[in-house]
C-alpha cells in the first residue's frame, strides 16, 4: 500500500530524476508498511515501468544496519541462481544526490499481504498460499551459497553465539525505562546455546509483507523482498525468526494485537505445522531455543524502532506502542523457557 511521502521521509525527486536520466519526473508514493528502510514507488506513466527507491530512516541506527550497498549487491548476485528476487537497476553510494546512498529496482507487480491478507481466499488456497511461504524460506536455504558467489557474505561458524551476543548488545543499547531488561531471557540463550546445524544463506527478515503474489494466481509467491539482513547463519535461526512473528487465531488477546501479518486466517498452517513442514522438506528440527531467541530478537528490531521514536528521531505513530510489543515478547519467551507455552 502506498500512500502520499511523509515530509520527514521526503527526498530530492529532481536530483534522483537527474541520477537515474529519467526524461520526466516521476510521481513518487511511499509505502507504508516497512518499519525500518523507507521504501518508495516511482510511478514513471502509461508505457514506461515503475521503479522502487530504497533508501535508510533517518535517525539511531545500528553500526552495520541499513547498508544500501549490500542489499543491492546480494540481489544481484541472487538473481541467476534464486528466481525471487527483483531486478536491479542502479546503486547510489554518493550522499550529496538525496542525503544517503539509495539503491532502485524494478517494480514486482503482484499482491503483497499486509495485517490482513488481502484476497478471497478459501481455506485450501490460503494453506497453498502458506505452504508455498515456507518452501520459498527452504528453497533460499537450500541454494549454495559458493554457486551465488555469496560465500564471503557472512562469518559462518559460530553464528549462533555471535547472533545472542549481538542481540544482547542491541537490545541494552536501546532500551527505554518503560521496557524489562530480558536478563532473564539473555542468560537463558546464553546457557542453552545449540549446535549449530549447517552455515547456509539466510534472509534474516522473512515475514509475509516481502513475500510477493502472482496477481494472476494469489496463492503463488513470484518474488522475496528486503535483504537488508541476509547473511550466512544457521537456517533454524531464519525459520526461529520468522515464527516470532507467526501469530494465529488462538493466540492471546494481546499478542493477537500486535498481529502484522495475516497467520490468523483459516488455512494458514500454526507455528507447529510450519515446524512439521520445515522438518519434514529439510531433517532439521526447530528447538525451543530457536523459538525464545526469534521473539527476543523480534524485541530488540521494535525496540530499536521505538528508541527513534522514544527521543524524537521519527513522529510515525505507528511506534507509538511498540514499548508494550517489548514487554509483550519477554513474557513469552519466559512461558517458553519455563515450558508453559
Not at 67 to 83: G, H, K, N, T
Not at 117 to 127: F, H, I, N, S
Request: charged share 25%.
Amino acid at each position: 500500500m502506498t500512500g502520499p511521502v511523509r515530509a520527514e521521509d521526503a527526498f530530492d525527486v529532481g536530483a534522483v530524476t537527474a541520477w537515474l536520466g529519467l526524461d520526466a519526473t516521476p510521481e513518487v508514493r511511499q509505502f507504508s508498511g516497512g518499519a525500518s528502510n523507507l521504501t518508495y514507488l516511482l510511478h514513471r506513466g502509461a508505457g514506461e515501468k515503475d521503479l522502487i527507491l530504497r533508501r535508510p530512516p533517518r535517525g539511531r541506527k545500528a553500526a552495520t544496519a541499513h547498508d544500501m550497498s549490500r542489499e543491492y549487491r546480494i540481489q544481484s548476485a541472487l538473481a541467476p541462481v534464486f528466481p525471487y528476487v527483483p531486478g536491479m537497476v542502479a546503486l547510489c553510494e554518493d550522499e550529496s544526490v538525496i542525503g544517503s546512498p539509495f539503491y532502485v529496482m524494478e517494480r514486482v507487480h503482484g499482491h503483497i499481504p499486509r495485517r490482513e491478507l488481502g484476497v478471497d481466499l478459501p481455506p485450501e488456497q490460503v494453506r497453498r498460499l502458506c505452504t508455498g511461504v515456507v518452501d520459498l524460506l527452504i528453497d533460499l536455504h537450500g541454494i549454495d551459497p559458493a554457486a551465488a558467489g555469496l560465500d564471503t557474505l557472512g562469518k559462518g561458524a559460530g553464528y549462533v553465539a555471535r547472533q545472542v551476543s549481538g542481540w544482547s548488545e542491541r537490545y541494552r543499547a536501546a532500551r527505554t525505562r518503560n521496557v524489562g531488561s530480558f536478563a532473564k531471557v539473555i542468560r537463558w540463550l546464553e546457557a542453552n546455546q545449540p549446535a549449530e546445524q549447517r552455515i547456509c544463506l539466510i534472509h534474516n527478515d522473512f515475514r509475509f509483507d516481502n513475500v510477493v503474489f502472482d496477481p494472476d494466481d494469489p496463492a503463488r509467491p513470484v518474488a522475496l523482498l528486503d535483504w537488508e539482513m541476509a547473511t550466512l547463519g544457521d537456517p533454524l535461526m531464519d525459520l526461529g525468526s520468522a515464527l516470532a512473528y507467526w501469530v494465529q487465531a488462538d493466540d492471546g488477546p494481546l499478542f493477537r494485537a500486535f498481529r502484522r501479518q495475516p497467520t490468523h486466517t483459516p488455512g494458514m498452517l500454526t507455528r507447529r505445522e510450519v515446524i512439521e513442514h520445515y522438518h519434514a522438506r529439510t531433517g532439521l528440527r526447530m528447538t525451543a531455543f530457536h523459538e525464545v531467541f526469534g521473539l527476543f530478537r523480534l524485541a530488540g528490531i521494535v525496540q530499536q524502532i521505538y528508541y527513534r521514536y522514544h527521543h524524537r528521531q521519527t513522529r510515525n505513530p505507528a511506534f507509538r506502542h511498540f514499548w508494550i510489543a517489548s514487554l509483550m515478547l519477554e513474557r513469552r519467551c519466559l512461558r517458553i523457557i519455563r515450558g508453559k507455552d
